[in-house]
């Protein structure tokens, strides 16, 4: 596989995922996001467990868990 330089627009979730997803198999990614910080909002983020099974792949599940709330 030939590695390349990647460009991802916007440092939301799916953005985010992405590049660590490319970052793990040896491309060189770029990141770039409009807003100027990060900073809580008041929203929730509802993960299903497709969702999960992919940040496990990505080495995030725990994190991701330890951070946030498993509803009953």
Not at 23 to 28: F, R
Not at 46 to 66: Q, Y
């Amino acid at each position: 596989m030939s590695l390349k330089k990647i460009l991802i627009s916007g440092g939301g979730i799916a953005g985010l995922c992405t590049a660590i997803a490319l970052l793990k198999q040896g491309h060189e990614v770029k990141v770039f996001e409009r807003a100027s910080e990060i900073s809580a909002v008041g929203a929730g983020i509802a993960l299903a467990a497709n969702a999960m099974k992919v940040l496990r792949v990505l080495g995030l599940e725990e994190e991701i868990i330890a951070k946030g709330n498993v509803p009953n």
